[in-house]
């Protein structure tokens, strides 16, 4: 609750407008700042092109049809095509080359966005929803894109124009200039007004849309809840309720759209008419001597007048464009900004390949606070050994493996590899060292190939070929449509767990790291993957030091040291006949998870005598 | 066509507003073109001898013909805007209504995404062909059929000059506006597969940390950002066009009457008057002219989404009461399976497999057994749920698909295996079940699942919001809940379905206690993976691959040593382990 209300008063404060942000912005300009400067220039120009056109209106009046004279009309007229082509031309170059700025702004962010991401550590992933971080790296970037797309820039040249118009009104006539202008306030007075409502509209129309699309989502999840409820006709009518305010909401909305718009015409349309009615009142004050005011002047002057009225409308509209650009903005610096706590050291004391030796001196860690999850651990793994790690879920197993990749850093205690500091280590080169074969085998959408590779390009397709073959992943990825090349879908549907566990071992080994880590999956895999999954364990765990959070007889056989840990504690350790004989926790712990395996184990094991029948 | 066909019918109860918003906006322009018309005139008295009443009477003229086509213009948008969100909210609630009648099996096949999409951004498409298409294609089609004949009248080589170059506008807004939509989709899903990957990358964080791959994935990114902004500026390059190209034809209608008009009006065929009118003509039939392209693209989009929810009003409810179906006698609670086979599909294996089991009304029975092993299913073909196979499942020796399906479910109480809470209060959530609900009612139910102790410690106790908008229950208080809310409804049969998992084992065994109060005389069926939550049971029944394996009390089943047994063992292992 206090949470949400934080966010809350962060989100406010970021509404605030913040000058920093907009400086900082303009630092994303300046790259292209060749491309940024004749844009500018462009946008002068198309404004001026703009505001010449009424003219030729008026010397069409006053030089040729009303003096009855036709010669140069054709001019003229081919004058004015000249400059709408040109001015064709120059607005299609300037928009195209401040959005294209835009997109290369937009891509620079994006870019060093999730370069920052990329070097989080992980507990800012615990911290931060996926929801929340695709967001700035989405919407936020999207939002500053308006800047450029909805012609913020051009806004700038907008309000220039609104000068130059009125400059030339006032240097045709400035008497009619100030009475064709009483509009502008009268406009300005109606566009601020509908400006707030249909704002204040638009965000309740939202709101209620948001209430019957959470309700809609909420009802098809719980569809069957409403069945068995016999609550059909009621959610029917709380539906009517949601569906019934969002239809009120908008009808309301359509009243302040159904009178600005007309009201609009109405004020443009005082404008003629006073411009007519004075006009018309300076026309006849003409007298062959001298000319107060040409008919073409006052024609030109009712197009003036109409062309003020696009601008001033859109200047408030980009103003919040704006705004809503920086806010984006300051939440995609603030992110850019968060300091990274886990890093390689100025002066890292080692790294490259490790010959994989491992300790734990008392080791106290906690994710929050103060709720230990490994308490005072100690344990040596020699390289080349195997350790099993044992216990009830939440026992710190996890934790354990984690700390030795320095996903987190120790409270109190060391983790060392090599007899260094983790934290010592250059952090590319310490966790090069390792391997990963995860419970939850997460594959990436891409081939098969691709996944056994990620991203390391030195690894040859005949090494990738010969790690399936070790651990006998070749069988089924062969039998795919195009073998190697198949692709895999988004997070592996279509494979087995089985078969995505084998994956994940072919990359362990064909990385063939200093050190594995392997937390075994639970769940129940078909008995002839599982024998194979037990042959690939066997040849990933050979030659390099290896971490098992093991759920399998036979891993806990086979390890060096089963480590027993409990709520936190190293409970036990030894071997897994020096355990069992001592009859207490890893032997209960034995009898529940894989007393059922030695059962059913399809595999003879040569290790398996005849101490570890069931109910030894 | 069709589709077009079922969708007028929404506009029947709106017909009054439809005509008179018709009517509205002819009205509003044929006045509204008469300032041109009047400005014209200025323009001409000008030129003949002007006097000043003359003048401000045109003036008054120009602003009155506004004021009473506004008039109109706001009629006609109240109306014909306004009538297009009533359809919105009849199509909506009848969509809803749609969904709500269909069971489970649909909301399999379609995932709530899909139908989420159809709800709000088709149902939107379609509402814009009910409002906006209706009133910009007759604004248009009526500004034309006015303006033009007033324009032939002063001049038919200039009219039809113009009517060669103006349509470019149209054509322009269609062309360009459908060519940006389709590339600004493609991008658009191109842009979804960079989110899916940067999703990727930050859901897998783990994997990437520990291979070290990041700066393959900034590398891997990277291209797939140069590509997107690749896309872009192809999409800047067209979408940049329609602004220029429209404003340039307009132009040129400009540049026409300029040169054209005023040889004419240099000629004395057309008053200068009528030159000044010209233009005001042109301008009038701009934003019309872009209106028409843009309600072509609104009738492509508006239809093509039509289309997609007519598909999905077109599905018949798959379990629904047959014509057939007759009010039962009120249900007592016997319930029999008589050699139930089921299977999810044609081609699946059977999830249950010649189940024969009798249930005397008043008894609890219990189902114990992997995961898997049918006993979910076995509860979800009571309610029909799932639709059970005619002549397998009965109550009170009715066939279930003989009762209405509102008198079989309102008998029975089911908490399934996962707890749905609604955001709402969680009186609200309590009650869900019952029509009307006394608070002590909801607290007698909350007392009896052993909610009502914590229920005393939230803010805003039995009004606490749940939930998306309010606090975030544990799994067992979630759970408790879910009891409650089955309990509430007083039913015959109640139906348990793994419904303490969460719940620890010494608040169960009260509320088990409490239940078999209430459910004394009403039938219980109980699923559980612990032998604590079964042990009291009339019956246990063993599900292994769909079959009843093992069938008894507690004791006999004990005595039996076969897979109850075994369960019954492992469990006291782990009770001691959790407590060493």
Request: glycine letters at 6%; aromatic letters at 10%.
């Amino acid at each position: 609750m206090s949470a949400t209300v934080q966010q809350f008063h962060e989100e406010e404060a970021l509404k605030k407008f913040d000058r920093g942000s907009a400086w900082r912005l303009v630092r994303y300009l300046r790259p292209y700042r060749r491309l940024i400067a004749p844009a500018l220039l462009l946008t002068l120009f198309v404004n001026a092109l703009g505001v010449v056109e009424p003219k030729f209106f008026q010397y069409a009046l006053d030089w040729y049809i009303i003096p009855k004279s036709l010669s140069g009309l054709q001019w003229l007229a081919l004058v004015f095509l000249g400059v709408k082509l040109l001015q064709m031309l120059v607005s299609y170059l300037q928009a195209v080359l401040f959005q294209s700025v835009g997109q290369h702004v937009m891509y620079d962010l994006r870019a060093e966005l999730y370069d920052k991401l990329q070097r989080q550590e992980v507990a800012y992933f615990d911290r931060n929803p996926v929801g929340r971080v695709m967001t700035r790296l989405t919407s936020d970037v999207d939002a500053l894109n308006e800047l450029f797309t909805s012609g913020v820039i051009e806004g700038l040249g907008d309000v220039l124009m609104v000068f130059a118009i009125v400059g030339f009104m006032a240097w045709m006539d400035w008497r009619l200039t100030l009475v064709a202008l009483v509009t502008v306030p009268l406009l300005f007075a109606a566009t601020t007004w509908f400006r707030k409502h249909a704002r204040r509209g638009y965000d309740l129309v939202r709101t209620k849309l948001a209430r019957i699309n959470s309700f809609l989502q909420e009802h098809i999840s719980g569809a069957q809840t409403v069945h068995i409820f016999n609550r059909e006709e009621k959610s029917l009518g709380q539906f009517h309720e949601a569906n019934d305010d969002y239809r009120q909401a908008n009808i309301e909305t359509i009243f302040y759209y159904a009178v600005f718009f007309p009201l609009v015409d109405l004020i443009g349309s005082l404008g003629v008419a006073l411009i007519v009615w004075y006009g018309g009142y300076r026309v006849m004050q003409n007298t062959p001597a001298r000319e107060v005011l040409s008919i073409g002047a006052l024609v030109a002057f009712i197009q003036y007048s109409q062309r003020l009225f696009q601008p001033i409308r859109d200047i408030s509209d980009k103003y919040n464009v704006f705004q809503a650009a920086l806010v984006a903005s300051q939440r995609i610096f603030r992110t850019l900004d968060i300091p990274v706590a886990i890093t390689t050291p100025a002066e890292p004391k080692k790294s490259g390949r490790a010959r994989g030796r491992v300790e734990f001196r008392n080791v106290w860690f906690a994710y929050k606070g103060e709720d230990w999850v490994l308490k005072d651990v100690s344990f040596t793994a020699e390289p080349g050994e195997t350790v099993a790690l044992v216990g009830h879920t939440g026992s710190g197993k996890t934790t354990i493996t984690n700390l030795l990749m320095r996903f987190y850093d120790v409270q109190r205690g060391q983790v060392l590899l090599d007899g260094v500091d983790v934290r010592e280590w250059d952090l590319k080169a310490l966790r090069e060292n390792f391997a990963v074969v995860l419970q939850d085998v997460f594959l990436f959408s891409g081939t098969v190939e691709g996944n056994i590779r990620l991203g390391r390009a030195d690894i040859s397709e005949e090494r990738i070929a010969w790690a399936a073959r070790e651990v006998r992943a070749d069988g089924f990825v062969e039998r795919l449509p195009e073998g190697f090349k198949s692709e895999v879908r988004e997070r592996g549907a279509g494979l087995s767990v089985g078969q995505k566990q084998l994956i994940s071992f072919a990359r362990a080994l064909a990385f063939d790291p200093a050190l594995l880590i392997l937390d075994e999956a639970t769940s129940s895999i078909d008995t002839e993957t599982e024998q194979l999954i037990q042959q690939a364990i066997e040849r990933v765990l050979r030659d390099r030091t290896s971490i098992v959070v093991a759920h399998r007889l036979s891993t806990v056989q086979r390890a060096d040291q089963i480590l027993v840990l409990h709520h936190g504690e190293l409970r036990e350790r030894g071997t897994h006949q020096q355990l069992l004989a001592r009859r207490d926790l890893y032997w209960r712990l034995y009898k529940l998870q894989y007393a059922d395996d030695s059962r059913r184990d399809a595999l003879p094991d040569p290790t398996l005598g005849e101490s570890l029948q069931y109910g030894d | 066509m069709d589709d077009l066909r079922k969708f007028a019918f929404y506009f029947r109860p709106y017909k009054k507003s439809l005509v008179v918003g018709v009517l509205c906006i002819l009205a509003s322009v044929v006045i509204g073109v008469l300032e041109p018309v009047y400005v014209g005139r200025a323009v001409d008295a000008l030129r003949s001898g002007p006097t000043w009443t003359k003048v401000t009477g045109f003036a008054l003229i120009i602003i009155g013909v506004r004021v009473v086509s506004g008039a109109f213009l706001y009629l006609q948008r109240s109306l014909l805007i306004g009538m297009s969100r009533h359809v919105e909210y009849d199509l909506r609630q009848d969509f809803y209504a749609h969904l709500q009648k269909q069971p489970l099996t649909f909301f399999q096949e379609h995932r709530t995404g899909d139908l989420m999409a159809r709800a709000t951004n088709d149902l939107a498409a379609v509402r814009q062909l009910a409002g906006p298409m209706v009133m910009y294609t007759l604004q248009t089609v009526f500004i034309v059929l006015i303006i033009l004949p007033l324009m032939l009248r002063i001049s038919v080589r200039l009219t039809l000059l113009l009517l060669v170059t103006m349509p470019l506008v149209s054509l322009t807004v269609k062309y360009f506006g459908q060519q940006v939509h389709v590339r600004f989709e493609k991008i658009q899903e191109f842009f979804s597969s960079i989110t899916a990957r940067a999703q990727e990358n930050i859901s897998g964080v783990r994997v990437v940390r520990a291979y070290a791959q990041e700066d393959a994935e900034v590398a891997a990114f990277k291209t797939l950002n140069h590509e997107y902004m690749t896309r872009n500026l192809g999409l800047v390059r067209i979408s940049a066009v329609m602004r220029p190209l429209i404003q340039f034809v307009i132009g040129l209608g400009m540049v026409l009457i300029v040169w054209y008009g005023g040889i004419l009006a240099v000629r004395g065929e057309m008053t200068e008057g009528q030159f000044v009118e010209f233009t005001l003509f042109l301008m009038r039939l701009i934003w019309p002219l872009i209106a028409l392209g843009y309600v072509v693209n609104l009738y492509q989009r508006g239809t093509a989404s039509l289309k997609r929810m007519n598909a999905i009003f077109a599905v018949e409810p798959a379990i629904r009461d047959a014509s057939t179906v007759r009010e039962q006698p009120p249900v007592r609670g016997r319930i029999e399976f008589r050699h139930l086979t089921y299977a999810y599909g044609e081609h699946s294996p059977p999830v249950l497999r010649d189940v024969d089991l009798t249930i005397e009304a008043g008894q609890t029975v219990a189902f114990v057994g992997r995961t898997g092993s049918g006993k979910s299913t076995l509860m979800n073909l009571l309610p029909r749920v799932v639709e059970p196979p005619p002549g397998t499942v009965f109550v009170d020796g009715v066939d279930v698909r003989e009762y209405p399906l509102a008198q079989l479910r309102s008998a029975i109480g089911y908490v399934p295996q996962e707890t749905f809470l609604f955001s709402d209060t969680l009186a609200e959530n309590v009650a869900f079940g019952v029509r009307r609900a006394e608070r002590a009612e909801v607290e007698w139910a909350a007392e009896i699942a052993g909610l009502a102790d914590d229920v005393r410690e939230f803010p805003a106790g039995f009004d606490t919001l749940v939930g998306e908008r309010g606090i975030t229950l544990s799994g067992g208080q979630k759970q408790r809940t879910a009891i409650a809310r089955a309990v509430m409804r007083q039913p015959r049969i109640l139906i348990l379905d793994d419904a303490l998992s969460a719940v620890d084992t010494y608040t169960e065994e009260k509320i088990l206690g409490r239940l078999r109060g209430v459910m004394r005389e009403r039938t219980s069926l109980i699923v559980s993976h612990r032998i604590s939550t079964v042990r009291d049971a009339d019956l246990i029944c063993v599900l292994d691959e769909g079959l009843i394996v093992e069938r008894g009390t507690h004791e006999e089943l004990l005595a039996l040593g076969g897979e109850y047994a075994d369960l019954y063992e492992r469990q006291l292992l782990e009770e001691e382990l959790a407590a060493s």
